[in-house]
């Protein structure tokens, strides 16, 4: 389990400036980065205990994390 956010800039620090232009430019892209920010961070309060849940609901958080990550890196390399 890791306490580390994992926020967007870090895990595609090549790709900050196509992430900017997206999220101005779509409102699809710009909905993910939205949802993806929500549940990253009710996944990193829930790890750190802030707002505790059971097992299931975290393990769910984290796929939906996954695969709004997962589309979003589809269409990052698309643009």
Do not use: W
Not at 24 to 50: C, Q, W
């Amino acid at each position: 389990m890791s306490h580390t956010p994992h926020e967007l800039a870090d895990d595609f620090p090549q790709d900050v400036e196509k992430i900017h232009e997206l999220k101005v430019s779509n409102p699809h892209f710009a909905k993910l980065m939205d949802e993806y920010h929500e549940i990253n961070r009710a996944v990193h309060r829930a790890e750190t205990g802030v707002e505790p849940c059971d097992q299931l609901a975290e393990t769910a958080m984290r796929k939906e994390r996954m695969r709004l990550k997962d589309e979003i890196a589809g269409m990052l390399a698309k643009a």
